[in-house]
């Protein structure tokens, strides 16, 4: 079915609160998945694969500073989606880079990791170079890097299966290099270990946002009932405290 992004976001605002987001995180997390699909790069189905797990986020500890220096940190979320989390660790690298010139945050325990996107484009914009690295799978392992210029509108993307073997400290983790002095964007490398690479470059971005301001975004009709039977939770919420609070003080 069809929609606009105007109506999508809507929904993803009140499905995030319903799950017990904070004022602040269901809007990040509404438009870092508007932000995916509609700049072509799947958000939806990113989203349909979090949805069933997002609820739980509610009840893990918030993310934790393991360690941190001028220049780094080390960040564990705690198994959390990055629609809750991810957004603060990309602000403080930038926090950190405007200071010394170059900041590493790496974030352990991490799901969802795709949906850092928006807030890298939201760091390049701001005048800092910023990219960041993770690796998806276990048999099957792809390597992803996302990158954008310092005060460039839009980012590149690029994913490649790889040979190389992962461990238990690299499973959702990612690292996220930010610099007010280094231009850090760069797509991922073919290497030896690299195959069935592939790159989406910074204009292709900016056409496929074009393209959907034009003609708006198509979504499953299942994941669309989804998203709303959840985001019921808010109106159902606010009914009851207005019967509560209807016909007297």
Excluded at 9 to 16: H, V, Y
Excluded at 99 to 108: D, K, L
Excluded at 183 to 196: M, V
Excluded at 226 to 238: A, H, S
Aim: charged share 20%; glycine share 6%; with cysteine.
């Amino acid at each position: 079915m069809h929609v606009s992004m105007i109506e999508l976001k809507a929904a993803l605002r009140r499905c995030f609160e319903a799950t017990g987001y904070y004022v602040g995180n269901y809007e990040d997390a509404a438009n870092m998945i508007l932000w995916l699909e509609k700049h072509g790069l799947k958000g939806l189905e990113e989203l349909q694969r979090a949805l069933p797990y997002i609820s739980e986020d509610s009840s893990k500890p918030l993310s934790t500073v393991i360690y941190e220096d001028s220049t780094s940190a080390i960040i564990d979320s705690n198994g959390r989606s990055a629609l809750n989390c991810i957004a603060a660790s990309v602000d403080l690298a930038h926090a950190k880079a405007l200071e010394n010139g170059i900041a590493t945050v790496t974030v352990h325990n991490c799901h969802n990791r795709m949906f850092i996107l928006k807030a890298l484009t939201d760091c390049g914009r701001r005048g800092i170079s910023v990219t960041a690295y993770w690796q998806n799978g276990n048999q099957t392992v792809t390597e992803h890097t996302a990158a954008i210029k310092a005060g460039e509108r839009y980012p590149s993307y690029s994913e490649a299966v790889t040979n190389l073997s992962t461990n238990a400290t690299d499973k959702q983790a990612m690292t996220i290099i930010c610099s007010s002095r280094v231009d850090l964007a760069s797509s991922l490398q073919q290497s030896k270990g690299n195959r069935n690479a592939r790159h989406i470059s910074a204009e292709q971005i900016r056409l496929n946002k074009e393209y959907s301001v034009d003609f708006g975004i198509d979504i499953d009709e299942n994941l669309w009932a989804d998203i709303n039977r959840i985001g019921e939770g808010v109106l159902v919420e606010n009914s009851e405290r207005s019967r509560q609070g209807a016909g007297g003080r």
